[in-house]
């Protein structure tokens, strides 16, 4: 059973940082592609950053580029988001999802090439 736990969201001061995980059990890790995605209240979840197979090619939203930096550890079966000078608009609930991908350089932008999802972790950030 395919299993994506995400963990590290929080509490935290307009300005500061925060270390989202997701850790991923019942598959292959390194055949997924992987992003993060959230949902900000009374709002559509939308695509945050991306990062393909192998982990060389990235993608971001406009909104949090130069901010946030995806990266994965294939041997540790997880995958990070380091969100830097948060601010109250990064508030919502941050999911991760794995995309099934024989290309090692795809990177997924569009939630619907996702097969799996994990339950979210809360971030919420205070002006």
């Known amino acids: 059973q395919v299993q994506l736990v995400e963990s590290g969201g929080g509490l935290v001061q307009a300005g500061g940082s925060l270390r989202l995980s997701c850790a991923a059990s019942g598959l292959t890790f390194d055949d997924y592609a992987m992003g993060w995605f959230r949902q900000a209240p009374g709002k559509e979840r939308s695509f945050v950053a991306a990062i393909s197979r192998s982990g060389f090619n990235v993608g971001y939203a406009n909104s949090v580029r130069g901010r946030f930096t995806i990266a994965r550890d294939n041997a540790k079966n997880t995958m990070y988001l380091l969100m830097n000078s948060l601010k109250p608009e990064d508030t919502a609930v941050y999911y991760c999802?794995?995309?099934?991908?024989?290309?090692?350089?795809?990177?997924?932008?569009?939630?619907?090439?996702?097969?799996?999802w994990g339950q979210g972790t809360q971030t919420t950030v205070s002006s």
């Open positions: 999802a794995a995309d099934l991908n024989p290309l090692l350089a795809a990177v997924r932008t569009n939630q619907n090439d996702y097969d799996y």
